[in-house]
Structure formats: C-alpha cells, structure tokens
C-alpha cells in the first residue's frame, strides 16, 4: 500500500487540478456575464436615447439633451427605486428620470402645481403630486429617496428650507441635483453653506431657449 507521504501527495495535485478547472470555468462564466451586461446596457442606452431625443416639449426645454441624458444616466448608475422632482415645468427632466429607472423599476415622484405633462402619465411607474414642494418634502420620510432633482421656487429663503428637507429625504449617498446655481447665484450659496461635508459639484447647464449656461449642483449625501 502507498504510504500517507504519496497519498497526500496525490490528494494535493487532484486539489491543485480542480481549483485551477473550477478557476478557469468560472473566468469563462464572468466573460459571458459581462458581455451580457454590456449588451444589455447597450440596448437599455440605445432605447434610452431614443427615448429623449422623441420627448415630448424638447426643443422649448431649458434641460439640453446632454443634461438629460446625464441625469437619466445618473438615475440608472445607481439603481433608483425612489426619485422626485420638484418642479416640471415641460415634465422633460422627470421624463429622463422615468427613462433612466427604468431598469430598476424605480418610481418617480413630479411635484408642481402650474402644469400637469400629459405625456408622463405613459410610464406606469411615475405619479404626480399636485402640492407645494416644500409642503410636500416636509411629509416625505427620512432616509429614502434615492435621487432628487429640484427646480422649482428658486427664491433664497425657500431654497434654503428645501436644501434642509432634502438632506432630510435623501437616504445615505442618495443624489441631489439643483438646476440654476449659475443662473441664481445664491443657490449656489446655500448649498455650499448648509451642506459641509457632502460631496459636491457645480456642472455647466447649457439652456438652449435663452442661450445661457444656467448651471447644476450635484451633491451626494455621506455615507
């Protein structure tokens, strides 16, 4: 009979063979999930695409198709289940939020009170709230909306209790985007003032009907 030295010997090569087979399949098994992904990000850019260049209200939009296409970017890079925008205007910046969760299924939350996009009510998971923003933050949860886009009342003394409602709401690394920081320079301000400590970067937003860069703070919530 083999003594223990050769057996173990043997037990060691047959363990070395199935980790380096089990290694190799699962390579081969990553290469074929990420292709998938990438094909599935492709379509899911392709469609997202064509989605915002047919947008109904677009070519009168102070959001460019660059900024959309950034924010329903946004929206989908970090999986969205929860979104609101406050302010619509056109509804074409909710629209690129309802393209871009798509995938997660995520709902987006508009609230306005002067216009009401008939075209949004085509994506089932989107809802409208007709309330005063800040009204309606103040009732939100703490802690769980994933990402925020506001536009609405761009006066000082309400930009600054709705910055303080949505590092309320905004769950940890959530994203909030306030659009005009250019345009509005105490926005700018505020958000600089009251959010110490979030990360924080103030974007060129181009808007095609005027001709100006109106500018976009993006922020994110610590962790």
């Keep these: ?23 190799g399949r699962f390579n081969e098994l990553m290469v074929v999930v990420i292709q998938k992904e990438l094909r599935d990000a492709q379509k899911f850019f392709d469609e997202l695409i064509m989605g915002l260049q047919q947008s109904s209200g677009a070519a009168g939009s102070h959001t460019a198709p660059g900024m959309r296409l950034f924010i329903a970017s946004l929206a989908f890079m970090i999986k969205a289940t929860k979104s609101i925008e406050c302010g619509l205007d056109a509804g074409i910046t909710a629209e690129a939020l309802i393209l871009g969760s798509t ?18 009510y085509a994506y089932p998971h989107y809802s409208h709230v007709h309330e005063e923003a800040l009204g309606y933050l103040r009732k939100v949860g703490p802690d769980c909306i994933d990402l925020i886009v506001i536009d609405d009342d761009h006066s000082e003394g309400h930009v600054r209790e709705e910055i303080v409602e949505v590092k309320r709401v905004l769950r940890p690394q959530g994203i909030g985007i306030f659009h005009d920081v250019f345009f509005h320079p105490h926005i700018e301000r ?34």
């Design 103 to 120: 995938e997660s299924h995520g709902e987006v939350i508009g609230v306005e009170t002067n216009s009401d996009p008939a075209q949004l």
């Design 1 to 23: 009979m083999p003594d223990d030295a050769v057996i173990s010997s043997f037990n060691a090569q047959q363990m070395q063979q199935s980790i380096d087979y089990l290694r």
């Design 190 to 223: 505020a958000i600089r003032e009251l959010m110490v400590g979030w990360d924080m970067i103030m974007l060129p937003a181009w808007s095609p009907p005027i001709n100006a860069d109106m500018g976009c703070g993006l922020v994110r919530k610590p962790a």
